[in-house]
T-cell receptor, first 109, second 112 residues
């Protein structure tokens, strides 16, 4: 069974800092990897979707990379802002979608 | 464009009462549909998924059931709620292939 791990579980950074969130998975036979953002008490908002044939995707200040061979993905957030404070989840899609437990990010003004 | 609707947003129910949560998808046909639960401080747990009308797969044994009476409608039910059923319930859809998930806004269920 696929296992998805996100490190760190929580992260606090000052505004303006660049940061990296990590996601690792045990089974490299995946269709895609998706990064989500979840605000407290809200649903999941999709940030980036990387197909298995791709190595990265970019949207604004966000860049996600995928290395299937090593079972890793990173989400890079440039010039962090207080509005980026949320929980970030990665999910790996194979026959099913498997979620990590998330990284809780706090950006301090 | 595709949209997913989930209601109600919040629900407080007494132990032993029934439950019905509804999810509908617009702008697509034959979607894969999913129910997830997110307990406080824990990750997302897949409860049910469906690849077509009347086709339901259960991931964990529990006090809940799911039904798909129409192509774009997915219902989560319980005959008698337990305290442990409290949580944040999320509906999601995807298409077969290398596409990601789209989630609804969730239902916060509190069983008292």
């Amino acid at each position: 069974k696929q296992e998805v791990t996100q490190i760190p579980a929580a992260l606090s950074v000052p505004e303006g800092e660049n940061l990296v969130l990590n996601c690792s998975f045990t089974d490299s036979a995946i269709y895609n990897l998706q990064w989500f953002r979840q605000d407290p008490g809200k649903g999941l908002t999709s940030l980036l979707l990387i197909q298995s044939s791709q190595r990265e995707q970019t949207s604004g200040r966000l860049n996600a990379s995928l290395d299937k061979s090593s079972g890793r993905s990173t989400l890079y957030i440039a010039a962090s802002q207080p509005g980026d404070s949320a929980t970030y989840l990665c999910a790996v899609g194979g026959n099913q979608f498997y979620f990590g437990t998330g990284t809780s990010l706090t950006v301090i003004p | 464009s595709q949209t997913i609707h989930q209601w109600p947003a919040t629900l407080v129910q007494p132990v032993g009462s029934p439950l019905s949560l509804e999810c509908t998808v617009e702008g697509t046909s034959n979607p894969n549909l999913y129910w997830y639960r997110q307990a406080a401080g824990r990750g997302l747990q897949l409860l049910f998924y469906s690849v077509g009308i009347g086709q339901i797969s259960s991931e964990v044994p529990q006090n809940l059931s799911a039904s798909r009476p129409q192509d774009r409608q997915f219902i989560l039910s319980s005959k008698k709620l337990l305290l442990s059923d409290s949580g944040f319930y999320l509906c999601a859809w995807s298409q077969i292939g290398a596409y990601g998930y789209t989630f609804g806004s969730g239902t916060r269920l509190t069983v008292v």
